[in-house]
């Protein structure tokens, strides 16, 4: 579908306009129902949940069971904030000094971050990582540093090690501080060793390859939670000497990117003032009496949410990384404008989306080596990132879905594609309409999209269910007014009320991703 989504034909503009208007609509009034049943049932999510005093919307509780925005936004205000400026002021300075001894500064200073942060025993454990890495990649064996780098990962899920690692720090937070930095060196440590194996000779010798891993893992802005950037990206891109940099960013550059970060955290805290989604989506009993636009709500404001979470927890480091002549990657895409799960994989987390394609995808053979090459490949990608995960079994069906959504994706392309179809295609269906199919198409691999996404958000039983109250449940009106029927049970409801309406609305944002591929901004 890629391919025919790049030579896609124009449609009336008043169409697209109407595709604007009901996408927007239709956000804003689910939104609004959700906010009306969070309100309702205010009372019961508090004694359940504890939820929180308000302090952007006078008379307003938040929601904090999003452990990731709860566990960043109290890092951030602890340490994090005071050390990405110091960062920054370090970086300024040393550029300006001793820009030959920039590196070292930035390296000297991360270290002495890491150290705060995590406790010299925490340090300790990511320099042990990074010296194993280190010694199995001077073997030059792929295999090798692949093993050495699964045990290394493996280690941050046994119960034992978990437990003495908890025992050094007073809180939960810190010990989860240790384990998200320990994670995502791992994912540095391989891109270190597999370009080492490919390339022996590119960070020099022994000891520029520990100067320069030290500096690439213990890169302050990008340390505790990325985005990920390859060694032999940081390497590339550090060595040039700050004479010979590009344009520098401005000033004004620099303080409207800063406020568009700051719009991002507004709107996130907003949406968790506004709507208690992540507490609802944690009881199954709110789950199965939500009405229809609050459900259809509550699944475009989890997918929400987590994507302007990304945008601002990968666009400060990101910023400063910028600020350094490091070209990060770009920030997540909407996920209202995704329409595939191709889409997903590459314009959301297009770091990590990058280094799988780069140390996974490709030395497995890819597309270059046949359907069941391609498929296996892919698969190990998928297995790879749940198992980096935590391997937990709601990741394995999130995974499962995600290669499979991509098989049916790409099988999809090759049918459409293929010298017996295409011909009749393009003879039978004007390029307009050949764009609404498309269209069409995607709504159904979006619904599925946004299912794999809300198990990988709430977990199985929020996947289970929508799945069931979506797509398996049929229509009764008697239901709808509480009328006893006795052909009608419990479970047959909604098909007819939900899903239609809903595939509807993801055909128009599935238009919108189309209109903003074609016409990007």
Known sequence: MAKQSSNLAALPRAEVCAYWVLSFGSHLYSFYQLHIFSKEHEAGLERQFQLEKGFLIWGHKKDPTDFEWSFWSHWARKSLLWTLLGHAVVSRLASFFIPEFRVTALLAYGLLVACCAVGIKGLGVVLGHLGLSLAVAQLCNPALSWSCALLLLSTLHIPPLQEIQRSWYQTEEEYYLLLFSVAVCGLRFISFSLEHCWRPLEAGGLQQQVYWLTAYS???????????????????????????????????????????????????????????????????????????????????????????????????????????????????????????????????????????????????????????????????????????????????????????????????????????????????ISPAMRRRCLALISAFSTAMLILSNLIFLGGNHVGRIMWKRVFIQVCCPHLLQDVHCCSCTRESKGWCTVAPPMLAFLYCFAQIGLEWEHNPP
Request: glycine letters at 8%; aromatic letters at 16%; charged letters at 10%.
């Open 218 to 428: 213990f890169y302050h802005p990008l340390f505790f939670n990325g985005p990920i950037l390859t060694f032999k990206d940081f390497l590339q891109q550090m060595q040039v000497p700050v004479k010979d940099r590009g344009a520098r960013i401005t000033f004004l550059s620099l303080l409207a990117n800063a406020g568009r970060i700051c719009v991002w955290w507004l709107i996130a805290e907003y949406m968790i003032h506004l709507m208690y989604m992540h507490t609802i989506q944690a009881n199954e009993t709110y789950l199965e009496i939500l009405p229809p636009w609050a459900l259809g709500g509550l699944a475009l404001a989890l997918v929400q949410f987590f994507y302007v979470k990304y945008l601002v927890l990968f666009g400060v480091p990101s910023l400063l990384a910028g600020l350094d002549g490091l070209a990060p990657p770009k920030l997540p895409r909407c996920v209202s404008i995704m329409h595939s799960f191709t889409g997903m994989w590459r314009h959301f987390d297009v770091g990590l989306y990058h280094w799988l394609i780069r140390y996974i995808y490709i030395p497995l053979g890819g597309s270059h080596h046949g359907l069941l090459w391609k498929m296996l490949s892919m698969a190990l990608a998928f297995g790879f990132v749940c198992f980096w995960h935590g391997g937990h079994d709601y990741l394995q069906y999130w995974a499962l879905m995600n290669w499979v959504g991509v098989l049916v994706e790409n099988g999809v392309t090759i049918l459409i594609s293929s010298p017996l179809v295409y011909p009749s295609i393009e003879r039978c």
